[in-house]
């Protein structure tokens, strides 16, 4: 081969993408080693403002199942690890890695730099073994008017900040014969009984368009 041919050949490989998004990306194994299967892809996942994204997926398998939601920023960097097992730093200078202490002092177990208690949290965005016809629900955060099952750490991949400003996501599970619907809604607010009487507009909340995979 002539030096020519392998520069050509090498400056190829260069312009080739980086793997991103939810096409690209490998799908990932689950912290219990049961590999994951991509159900569906969601457009317009949003963690921002505090608008958070949650998506609830039923079941209708006859054995439990695992079930994840993977998020990607604006950069196409995914942003928390479904595989990830235990609890999980979500600030301070140990974000988004293993914790088994909620303080700020222990810097091997514990989450430096963050405010404490509440800084160790599950975070994996996902969870393990749901029953047969359970419904279960994950956010990328707690909202005030939804009830989410399970919440996610982000990591300092892509942007590097704690939000989907123009994000996507993809739901993971160890078998395809899941459902489910995605919704965006407002983190602080809750629906109020006008009997109340109460003067706050309703909270947002609208469908998030889910694409199952083929």
Do not use: W
Not at 48 to 72: K, R
Not at 183 to 201: M, R
């Amino acid at each position: 081969m002539s030096t020519r041919t392998a520069l050509v050949i090498l400056l190829l490989g260069l312009s080739r993408p980086a793997a991103a998004g939810p096409a690209n990306s490998p799908l990932p194994t689950f912290a219990d080693g049961k590999p994951a299967q991509a159900v569906y892809t969601a457009l317009g996942v949003i963690r921002n403002n505090n608008l958070e994204t949650d998506v609830a997926c039923t079941s209708l398998e006859a054995t439990p199942v695992d079930i994840g939601f993977e998020v990607f920023d604006e950069t196409g960097a995914l942003r928390n690890n479904v595989g990830g097992a235990g609890s999980l730093c979500n600030t301070g200078s140990r974000v988004a890695q293993a914790c088994t202490l909620d303080n700020s002092t222990d810097t091997l177990n514990g989450c430096p730099g963050a405010v404490c208690p509440g800084c160790c949290v599950p975070g994996s965005g996902a969870i393990l073994a749901v029953a047969p016809g359970r419904t279960v629900t994950i956010g990328t955060a707690g909202t005030a008017e939804l009830h989410e099952d399970a919440t996610m750490v982000f990591n300092t991949a892509g942007n590097g900040l704690p939000n989907l400003r123009n994000g996507f996501g993809r739901v993971v599970a160890t078998s395809l014969n899941v459902f489910c619907t995605a919704l965006l809604a407002d983190k602080l607010h809750t629906i109020c009984d006008p009997a109340a009487p109460c003067s706050l507009p309703p909270p947002t909340i609208v469908n998030v368009p889910l694409i199952r995979v083929p």
